[in-house]
């Protein structure tokens, strides 16, 4: 039977209609409609995410004055400090209103009163971060602000890494945006996916890799295919090192059987513990949650080290294609590896929804080094994506890389593909 390895990239979670990572930061710039904003008021968490990264975007890639909107940041900065001492006092109410009744028997004190005032405060708060949210995304939407996605992350790997300021900006500031902007991410991914539910549009891949047992290889984030195995009862193995992660779905209870699946870029729904070092999975639970919800706190699930709204705790686990060179953890040092293995050991790949991106450096020499000439390739894409007379086609560039190979081409998307094979 052929050994066959799928290679899976951006077109392949196209049913799943979320959003491309390069589009994310187009996301920002929608009105979040009526319904939505009822179903689920949006969290403090998020809108301070949202507030420094606008504003940073705003600073950095667009005509628009700030003066104004900086001004509104350190009223509310001011107004946070204010609540953040007083809910300190809060957390321990009931011992504290004890203390105070006790101290206050003989005078006519009231305890309770001060509670009001802190929700009211607490309203104050929330009301302000809204409104200067909405200020900033309307100056984005005026701005028509053109950005690369992976500038913004370069600015701030390298900033950081060099431990360099960047404009005005210390790199401290810019740990703390680089964290906003992955909060982000998780939100606007997390979002569409928490609602997947077409699974359909993945039956006849399923049915394939479970008959092959195929090995899957990944440079998305997202977890749509997590789902689909979790929907169908495969048991899939992320090939991390069991020393370094825990789930909140399995324990370890893995075999022979399962499907391996290597996510080279990381995934939205891995979190690394600053505390201990863990990456904690979240598979059961709606994707990082306590990053949006302000009533939950993080928590390791490791160590149990938590975390209120202001302290990062748990760092999404997630890369960019100009980050992977620089990056030494051994995390991804082991999922890296086990990706060579299987290409070298393939003689048969499957590329779906992947188009080969110049940009993807690392991926492509990967695949170059590894993936040896008698090995037969497939190509899946969809209609939209056939050659135009500019060879700047994903065909030309699969056709150039893979010069000696023998190579099929599908345009029919991967659903219709596995029908046939
Ligand atoms: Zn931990």
Not at 4 to 14: D, L, P, Q, Y
Not at 63 to 76: Q, W
Not at 361 to 377: A, M, Q, S, V
């Amino acid at each position: 039977m052929d050994k066959v390895v799928v290679f899976t990239g951006a077109g392949f979670s196209a049913p799943a209609e979320i959003p491309l990572q390069s589009n994310i930061i187009k996301e920002m710039f929608y009105k979040p409609t009526p319904s939505f904003l009822e179903s689920t008021k949006e969290s403090k968490k998020l809108l301070k995410s949202f507030i420094l990264i606008g504003l940073f975007l705003l600073d950095e890639y667009s005509t628009v004055d700030t003066a104004e909107l900086h001004s509104m940041n350190r009223l509310f900065k001011r107004l946070n400090k204010i609540y953040e001492i007083n809910k300190v006092n809060n957390d321990d109410d009931e011992l504290a209103i004890e203390q105070i009744k006790k101290l206050n028997e003989r005078t006519n004190y009231n305890p309770f009163c001060e509670i009001a005032a802190f929700d009211m405060l607490d309203a104050q708060v929330y009301r302000l971060l809204l409104l200067l949210k909405e200020s900033i995304r309307e100056k984005l939407v005026k701005s028509r602000l053109l950005v690369n996605l992976e500038d913004v992350f370069t600015i701030f790997d390298k900033a950081i890494k060099s431990k360099e300021n960047w404009h005005r900006f210390s790199y401290n500031e810019l740990d703390s945006l680089e964290h906003a902007l992955l909060r982000l991410f998780t939100y606007y991914f997390g979002r569409r996916i928490n609602s997947f539910n077409n699974f359909n549009e993945y039956d006849s891949f399923i049915k394939y890799i479970e008959l092959h047992k195929v090995t899957v290889i990944s440079s998305n984030w997202d977890v749509i295919l997590e789902k689909n195995f979790i929907h169908n009862k495969i048991k899939y193995d992320l090939c991390l090192n069991s020393e370094y992660y825990k789930s909140d779905l399995r324990n370890n209870n893995l075999n022979a059987k399962s499907i391996k699946y290597l996510k080279l870029h990381g995934s939205i729904n891995w979190f690394h513990c600053l505390e201990c070092g863990t990456v904690n999975l979240i598979e059961k639970k709606d994707i990082g949650t306590y990053l949006f919800d302000d009533k939950i706190n993080e928590q390791c699930l490791q160590c149990k080290a938590s975390s209120n709204s202001d302290m990062t705790l748990l760092r999404p686990e997630i890369i960019t294609p100009t980050m992977v060179k620089d990056i030494k953890s051994q995390l991804y040092n082991n999922i890296w590896k086990k990706a060579e293995y299987e290409l070298n050991m393939a003689n048969k790949i499957i590329f779906l929804g992947y188009s080969l991106p110049i940009a993807d450096f690392e991926i492509r020499y990967l695949l170059k080094k590894n993936i040896d000439k008698k090995t037969k390739i497939d190509v899946v894409l969809i209609e939209t994506d056939k050659p135009d007379a500019n060879n700047n086609s994903p065909e030309f560039r699969f056709k150039s890389l893979f010069s000696k190979n023998e190579i099929e081409f599908h345009y029919n998307g991967f659903n219709n593909y596995f029908k046939t094979v």
